[in-house]
């Protein structure tokens, strides 16, 4: 059906309940998401992509609490003859004009490579119309290619608005910062500078969000797929990175954005699970944080007194049994993962510096766990449900100390899960496959007080069945690295090569099919370093090889390739220049049908 830029779909008309953690959009992919708060009701907004092939569109659902989301369609579509649409933001209009009283921000990109940024109005944050106006790319600061995109608002004294956005400032990584009196036209600015403080700096990074706290401006920079935050004293910077608590969010949560709700000033981000279904990753809004600045000026993400709506129905909670030595204390319970559920308890920190934690149980004998160390920091990783082979991916520490009990609060539904201790956000993770419902302690003595559950006030959202493919645990070879680890059915182990340090140096990934068929698709989940530039070839004898796609300027994420009218036995990914220079490329799950 062709394309229909800024289609109404009969908003109202369709809406409809939508699953996930605590929100995803129906026969869509999500990725970056944002949210805007009018008149006592929420609206989320969120880039997604209908075709698989590349984000083209931007969905909008309701909440009358911020936590239970209504689905309204999707508004905005790409224009033809467009690479792909990015992300934005909403704001009110700053004076009344025909156009529309609100206005929404997106950019595309021409098959050029060139980003500009465009605009809707509406009345209704419903039904948006495309405007005439757009703004390019500043070459006097930035990149001409670079990136543009996403402007985010603050009010500007004596009237208008502050605008600052991903941009690409020539020669260091940063972002744009502008002006403008109506809201839709806007006049760029030198770039504020950025002061790392005692952190590399980055290549390259993108603009979550800037917000005036106090009288201090916090900015939560993408980097790495991490978001981290900047302070300044003025509107205009210089930004230094935090002293504290300075990666706001890692893991598999990213791109935070501030919220301001008329009772607090709020984060939303999305939330990357491992799973795919049907061409889709199954990621999802998380739930909404608040942002609280501490007496030392540290801007930190808690618990949301709103997010108790999704409290429904008390769970007994029988302590756990005792286990052998070195295995996990699993809880009797078994909790209802489709509909989700909550779990809360006091952690009595044990003598010594063991560290105490919570294992959540998945399909196939694998588990998710979280690990406290004496030391105030929380690792969070995958493992065996019998405790063993812990692989922490992720280590975070946020600058603040534990009394001798720590409060839990945890959060699981289907893949995800979110630990808080006393009530500050410390991960997001995705377990290897979906949750059993069993959760348990980890530790030599673990002892939890105070145990309490509840089942979540949400639509139970079915298990969605595993792809296996054609692929799926067949013998598998590369030119480094574990090659069966992309091909063992379980998304958080991944295949890694070693670094590629010179330019025209290449790793590669085979893998027999088996038996010689046509092949219809092929579907590469990156890991955390991808392939920039990379060849899907094919082979009947893994010898004489035939290249059927090629990719320049790759993303990452979830790609999946159409190869009609090819047959195989044998399929290579061939990999040069990586995500980042001198590093290595990996791929979690290589599906081929």
């Known amino acids: 059906m062709k394309r229909v830029w800024l289609a109404v779909f009969a908003l109202l008309l369709l809406a409809a309940p939508a699953p996930g953690l605590v929100f995803r959009p129906p026969q869509a992919s999500q990725w970056d998401c944002w949210v805007f708060c009018h008149e006592g009701t929420f609206y989320l907004f969120h880039l997604l992509s209908r075709s698989w092939d590349d984000w083209d569109g931007i969905g909008v659902a309701t909440s009358a609490d911020g936590v239970h989301w209504t689905d309204r369609g999707i508004p905005i579509t790409m224009a033809p003859g467009k690479r792909w649409l990015g992300t934005g933001s909403t704001w009110l209009a700053p004076r009344p004009q025909a156009s529309g009283k609100f206005i929404l921000n997106f950019s595309e990109e021409s098959p050029e490579g060139v980003q500009r940024i465009f605009f809707a109005a509406s009345d209704d944050l419903l039904r948006w119309r495309r405007l005439q106006t757009e703004l390019g790319q500043d070459d006097r600061w930035y990149e001409p290619k670079g990136r543009w995109d996403t402007i985010n608002t603050l009010p500007r004294a004596g009237g208008g608005l502050l605008g600052y956005w991903t941009a690409s400032p020539r020669g260091r990584a940063g972002f744009a910062i502008g002006q403008s009196d109506d809201g839709l036209r806007w006049s760029a600015a030198a770039p504020p500078q950025l002061d790392w403080r005692n952190h590399k700096p980055a290549r390259e990074c993108e603009l979550g969000d800037v917000d005036k706290i106090g009288e201090r401006y916090y900015a939560m920079l993408g980097v790495g797929g991490t978001m981290r935050t900047f ?8 930004f230094a990175a935090a002293t504290r608590n300075f990666v706001l969010l890692q893991g598999h949560g990213y791109f935070t954005r501030f919220v301001r709700s008329p009772e607090a000033l709020l984060v939303v981000h999305h939330s990357i699970s491992h799973q795919r279904h049907l061409r889709k990753m199954l990621n999802y809004t998380a739930p909404l944080k608040r942002a609280v600045v501490d007496g030392q000026g540290t801007l930190r993400l808690m618990w949301w007194a709103g997010n108790e709506k999704l409290k429904g129905e008390a769970i007994p909670v029988p302590a756990p049994t005792g286990a052998e030595a070195g295995k996990p204390a699993i809880l009797p319970a078994r909790f209802d993962a489709a509909r989700g559920f909550i779990v809360e308890g006091t952690f009595k920190r044990p003598p010594g510096n063991e560290p105490v934690g919570l294992i959540l149980e998945a399909e196939d004998d694998w588990a998710g766990a979280f690990l406290i160390d004496s030391d105030g920091a929380c690792r969070a990783g995958h493992l065996k449900s019998d405790g063993s082979g812990f692989a922490p991916a992720f280590r975070v520490q946020r600058d603040r100390g534990f009394a001798d009990t720590v409060r839990f609060r945890l959060l699981v539904r289907h893949t995800m899960a979110e630990l808080y201790l006393d009530d500050e956000l410390f991960h997001v993770l995705s377990l290897p496959l979906w949750s059993t419902g069993r959760i348990g302690l980890l530790g030599s003595n673990p002892h939890v007080e105070g145990w309490e559950a509840w089942t979540m006030t949400l639509d139970p959202e079915p298990r969605v069945p595993r792809e296996r493919g054609r692929a799926w645990r067949k013998p598998a070879r590369a030119s480094s690295g574990i090659a069966s680890l992309a091909v063992d059915g379980n998304p958080a182990t991944e295949w890694q090569s070693q670094p590629l340090k010179s330019s025209g140096q290449h790793e590669w990934i085979e893998v027999d099919l088996g038996s010689e068929r046509p092949l219809s698709e092929v579907s590469i989940n ?17 010898t004489t090889w035939q290249t059927v ?16 009218a090819h047959r195989c036995r044998h399929l290579r990914i061939d990999c040069g220049r990586p995500s980042r220079p001198g590093e290595a490329v990996a791929i979690r799950e290589l599906f081929v049908q």
């Open 231 to 238: 302070v300044a004293d003025a509107p205009d910077g210089p």
């Open 526 to 542: 990156w890991g955390s370093r991808f392939a920039r530039d990379y060849a899907v070839q094919v082979s009947a004898d893994a």
């Open 549 to 564: 796609h090629r990719a320049q300027e790759a993303r990452g994420g979830v790609e999946t390739l159409s190869t009609p």
